[in-house]
């Protein structure tokens, strides 16, 4: 199992571009998030999903956009980048109907994006 | 709404010391706890988790014990490796259906040979 994958790695974009961050889990998970980590701030949830097709705000959505049209992937975008989201992005997953433990959240390895 | 606190660092010990990093929580109802912890650079791993009051989560010579009565998960280990050097984060799960965690804004603990 991979568990959780993310793509990109790295990205740096210019002031009003657009991009997708993929998240992909092998877990067969119900449930994932987007969070972005910031110094000082821990880790703040962006969007998440509870399910293929649904996706709900988290506690700073604001200039994202998410989609789950497959049960593994989940997609964070940014239409109209901003220096404020300048940020490293973390994707998780949890909960595998019938797995007792449902609260627990396997991360990826994170994307650091730079926004110029 | 819930929230975690946790001690700021950055902490610094020197090999074979004895760790404490402080967490405590507000939250409705009974929620899990956990420790994550991230190496550099990477994402965070599960360390230990507790989901009742009085269980003792344990890892790698990690533990926390969760006290209802203080609100508070403390994590220790009495003896720390260079290879220990992460950063820590508290986090809850208030349940409900979507399972979200609430984090502790991270402890940067630093340990010299």
Same mark, same amino acid.
């Given at each position: 199992n991979a568990g959780v994958t993310q793509t990109p790695k790295f990205r740096v974009l210019k002031t009003g571009?657009?991009?997708?961050?993929l998240c992909a889990q092998d877990m067969n998970h119900e449930?994932?998030?987007?969070?972005r980590q910031d110094p000082g701030m821990g880790l703040r949830l962006i969007h998440y999903s509870v399910g293929e097709g649904t996706t709900a705000k988290g506690e700073v959505p604001d200039? *994202?956009? %998410?989609?789950r049209l497959k049960k593994q992937n989940f997609l964070l975008g940014l239409e109209s980048a901003a220096p404020s989201q300048t940020?490293?992005?973390?994707?998780?997953?949890? *909960?595998? %109907?019938?797995?007792?433990?449902?609260?627990?959240?396997?991360?990826?390895?994170g994307t650091r994006l730079t926004v110029l | 709404g819930n929230s975690v606190t946790q001690m700021e660092g950055p902490v610094t010990l020197s090999e074979e010391a004895f760790l404490t990093i402080n967490c405590t929580y507000t939250a409705t109802g009974y929620?899990?706890?956990?420790?994550?912890v991230q190496y550099p650079g990477e994402g965070l791993q599960l360390l230990l988790k507790?989901?009742?009051?009085?269980?003792?989560?344990?890892?790698?010579?990690?533990?926390?014990?969760?006290?209802?009565?203080?609100?508070?998960?403390h994590l220790e280990k009495g003896s720390v490796q260079v290879s220990d050097s992460a950063v820590y984060f508290c986090a809850l799960s208030a349940g409900g259906s979507n399972y979200k965690l609430t984090f502790g804004k991270g402890t940067l603990l630093t340990v010299n040979p």
């Open positions: 571009q657009s991009m997708t961050l449930y994932m998030y987007w969070y200039g *994202y956009n %998410v989609s940020s490293v992005y973390f994707c998780a997953s949890s *909960y595998e %109907v019938g797995d007792a433990d449902t609260d627990t959240q396997y991360f990826g390895p | 929620p899990s706890l956990f420790w994550y507790a989901t009742k009051a009085d269980d003792k989560g344990s890892n790698k010579g990690f533990e926390a014990t969760y006290r209802k009565e203080t609100t508070s998960f």
